[in-house]
């Protein structure tokens, strides 16, 4: 049996998963399973067969996370294809007639024939701190949509609202929105009442609760809405102010849960680089993993996504855009991170980052700033990587000393 080679093919989609069995190269069954304990017991029964059986399967977002999590509780090592980097290798094998049964085949054949690395199994706390990020980049897609959403509510109900308070924006501009959403309604409503409503907000005495009140009443007395108090528009601004409360509390909620899961040294270490502040350093942490496992800084890239694409026909070589095979999420935070870095350096905090950034985009004049910054990520990572391999913390004069000797 040891001489056997058996692959497992698993095709995941919502509620089955498709299998096919080869060994040495040739299909020997294959079936369709439910995805709960039923199946992946079934599926257990023939892996348990085996001596050293090799599985695989395409990263199907949620739908392979639970076949991903039960293997995970019973030992079992497995490869996990980006279902686009899976596409590219089993391109020869392209078909007509796509089926969930083909797609399990042509993995099992992948591997018996181009055998792909096992993926690195994260323990509980990185995983959790991913999950926390994630919840995190909802939670700011959704503070951001419902904001344009209150500013559109607010021109129609009381526009000028927004000249109320320095910003509008905000825990207690919001409060204020959503008590008084028409001018009428402050009309209404007693000044005495106004003010005991204002000093109940964060950060507001007597005396500018008494101006903001005043404030408020004079912007109402000019006001010309669009819509009547008792608009259906209202409910929508008071909708849109009641989403942005609750993910502005998500948001904090998952950052504060990052803090409790990150390792301290990794997140010293990231913060000691000029422009990245905790927020940011614990968004990369969730999105990076523990940095120890990866062999350089060319790993690190691949897994990211920011790896370039490589086109080969005969004698021509040519280097594509970025793979994008990694997370999104993840470069959008590096993204974020070399812009914070560049304003970093205009705030007198120098980089070697930022003067690389600087240097790619004088080096050519149709250089943008995208180009310019997905190559300052790369050096980015092998920045994070050396400090993290050296349990180092960041220094503008070593970074300096060591580009000259790298040039």
């Avoid at 404030?215 to 989403?243: D, E, F, Q, T, W």
């Amino acid at each position: 049996m040891d001489l056997l080679k058996t692959v497992f093919g698993i095709d995941v989609s919502s509620r089955k998963s498709n299998v096919c069995i080869m060994v040495n190269g040739q299909k020997v069954n294959d079936y369709a399973i439910s995805n709960d304990m039923v199946g992946f017991n079934r599926l257990l029964g023939d892996l348990k067969q085996v001596t050293k059986p090799q599985i695989i399967f395409e990263a199907t977002g949620v739908y392979s996370r639970r076949l991903q999590a039960f293997l995970d509780m019973h030992e079992l090592r497995y490869v996990m294809m980006n279902p686009l980097e899976a596409k590219r290798k089993t391109k020869d094998d392209l078909h007509q007639n796509k089926t969930d049964k083909l797609d399990a085949l042509y993995l099992a054949k992948l591997q018996s024939e181009h055998p792909q690395r096992l993926a690195y199994v994260q323990n509980k706390e990185y995983q959790e701190l991913m999950a926390n990020n994630r919840i995190y980049e909802q939670a700011s897609h959704d503070l951001i949509s419902n904001k344009n959403r209150l500013h559109k509510a607010v021109q129609l109900t009381f526009p000028e609202i927004e000249h109320l308070l320095a910003n509008p924006r905000g825990k207690n501009y919001w409060s204020i929105a959503l008590r008084f959403p028409h001018p009428d309604i402050v009309l209404e409503t007693k000044e005495a009442d106004i003010i005991d409503f204002l000093k109940g907000l964060s950060g507001i005495g007597k005396k500018r609760a008494n101006d903001i009140a005043q404030s408020l009443i004079r912007l109402a007395k000019v006001a010309c809405p669009a819509v009547k108090k008792n608009s259906a528009h209202i409910r929508g601004l008071k909708m849109a102010i009641n989403n942005i409360l609750s993910a502005e509390e998500e948001c904090q909620t998952a950052l504060q849960e990052m803090a409790k899961l990150a390792p301290k040294r990794d997140l010293e270490i990231l913060t000691s680089i000029p422009g990245i502040g905790e927020n940011t350093a614990l968004r990369i942490i969730s999105e990076l993993g523990d940095i120890r496992r990866f062999n350089n800084p060319s790993q690190l890239n691949a897994f990211v996504g920011v790896d370039p694409q490589v086109y080969e026909s005969g004698n021509l070589t040519a280097h594509l855009s970025i793979s994008k095979r990694g997370t999104a999420i993840g470069r959008k935070v590096l993204y974020l991170a070399i812009n914070q870095i560049q304003s970093a350096k205009k705030a007198g905090k120098p980089c070697h980052i930022a003067d690389y950034y600087e240097k790619r985009k004088r080096s050519s004049e149709t250089a943008s700033h995208k180009k310019a910054a997905i190559a300052s990520i790369h050096k980015l990572l092998r920045t994070i990587f050396a400090l993290i391999k050296n349990d180092q913390l960041y220094s503008y004069d070593v970074a300096k000393h060591n580009q000259r000797l790298l040039s």
